[in-house]
């Protein structure tokens, strides 16, 4: 079993950034792919962005991309996912999540098999 708490959430202007941070009780993601999912109100849990345990490998949701970055530390201790110029429609509940390592990642929240309690991210326009 693992467990992983995010952090990093907050109310922030839109063209604002955030970084998000997914701590891991072990070095899952040494071994295992990570992922960022959102899920604002009313809507359906929706894919962000992935990495692959090795770190190599990238995977961004269209809706995002150029602005928002993942990385993971070292260790495999914790996934990042840096968000920029971030947008109204940005604000959900985020997730970090530890699914199988295949490659390329996953976009499908059934793949992953961990899940932390996630972190609110408000942007305000």
């Known amino acids: 079993q693992v467990q992983l708490v995010e952090s990093g959430g907050g109310l922030v202007q839109a063209g604002g950034s955030l970084r998000l941070s997914c701590a891991a009780s072990?070095?899952?993601?040494?071994?295992?792919?990570g992922g960022w999912f959102r899920q604002a109100p009313g809507k359906e849990r929706e894919f962000v962005a992935a990495?692959?345990?090795?770190?190599?490998?990238?995977v961004y949701a269209d809706s995002v991309k150029g602005r928002f970055s993942i990385s993971r530390d070292i260790n495999g201790e914790a996934v990042y996912l840096q968000m920029n110029s971030l947008k109204s429609e940005d604000t959900a509940v985020y997730y970090c999540?530890?699914?199988?390592?295949?490659?390329?990642?996953?976009?499908?929240?059934?793949?992953?098999?961990?899940w932390g309690q996630g972190t609110q991210v408000t942007v305000s326009s």
């Open positions: 999540a530890a699914g199988r390592p295949r490659l390329p990642p996953q976009v499908q929240g059934a793949a992953y098999d961990y």
């Open positions: 072990r070095r899952i993601f040494s071994t295992n792919n």
């Open positions: 990495i692959t345990w090795g770190g190599a490998t990238t």
